[in-house]
Antibody
Framework: EVQLVESGGGLVQPGTSLRLSCAAS????????MHWVRQAPEKGLEWVSG????????DHADSVKGRFTISRDNAKKSLHLQMNSLRPEDTALYYC?????????????WGQGTLVTVSS | SYVLTQPPSVSVAPGQTARITCGGT??????VDWYQQKSGQAPVLVAY???DRPAGISARFSGSNSGNTATLTISRVEAGDEADYYC????????????FGGGTKLTVL
């Protein structure tokens, strides 16, 4: 069974940093692209970042470019999101999502999310 | 960037057919995926490549896509289908890579 477990969320002040992690199990992690998708309170889904199976391709949404960095550790079956210069508008539930294939942007499994709150 | 437009809400009586649309310029040339998100839960992929279904998803869910509109059709709607539904397009040659529609709240009357 595919499992994705996010961690690292919390309450932080504007301008600070946070590192999210996603522990994956139940599938061959290094065969698949992975993504982060966020959902602000009472709002819709917003794609944040994606990384191909071998980290050869990395993409970020314009709203986080230059501030967030996605990475993965295939040996440890983990996905990360380094978030710097956090803003109140980054407040959201952050989901880790497994892609359908090595380079896909289709998400066939999601974690339960980790909540990030940016507030002074 | 590419914009996907969904109606904020759709209401349907149990047993009837619900149709949720997703508008985008020439979306018929794109592959569209659909996600269901029930209250307090993570999204679930319910249709992809316009109309295919993942394993375990009811055949009552089907998709179509032509011109400037993609449609998720839910036949014989049940109370358990009440949820938010999101369309999505992804294209590795585009920036951004992935685009979601704004979501549609399906209410079962």
């Amino acid at each position: 069974e595919v499992q994705l477990v996010e961690s690292g969320g919390g309450l932080v002040q504007p301008g600070t940093s946070l590192r999210l992690s996603c522990a994956a199990s139940g599938f061959t992690f290094d065969d698949y692209a992975m993504h982060w998708v966020r959902q602000a309170p009472e709002k819709g889904l917003e794609w944040v970042s994606g990384i191909s199976w071998n980290s050869g391709r990395i993409d970020h949404a314009d709203s986080v470019k230059g501030r967030f960095t996605i990475s993965r550790d295939n040996a440890k079956k983990s996905l990360h999101l380094q978030m710097n210069s956090l803003r109140p508008e980054d407040t959201a539930l952050y989901y880790c999502a497994k892609a359908y294939s090595s380079k896909s942007g289709r998400f066939d499994h999601w974690g339960q999310g980790t909540l990030v709150t940016v507030s002074s | 960037s590419y914009v996907l437009t969904q109606p904020p809400s759709v209401s349907v009586a149990p047993g009837q057919t619900a149709r949720i649309t997703c508008g985008g310029t020439n979306i018929g040339s794109e592959s569209v995926d659909w996600y269901q998100q029930k209250s307090g839960q993570a999204p679930v992929l319910v249709a992809y490549d316009d109309g295919d279904r993942p394993a375990g998803i009811s055949a009552r869910f089907s998709g179509s896509n032509s011109g400037n509109t993609a449609t998720l059709t839910i036949s014989r709607v049940e109370a358990g289908d009440e949820a938010d539904y999101y369309c999505q397009v992804w294209d590795s040659s585009s920036d951004p890579y992935v685009v979601f529609g704004g979501g549609t709240k399906l209410t079962v009357l």
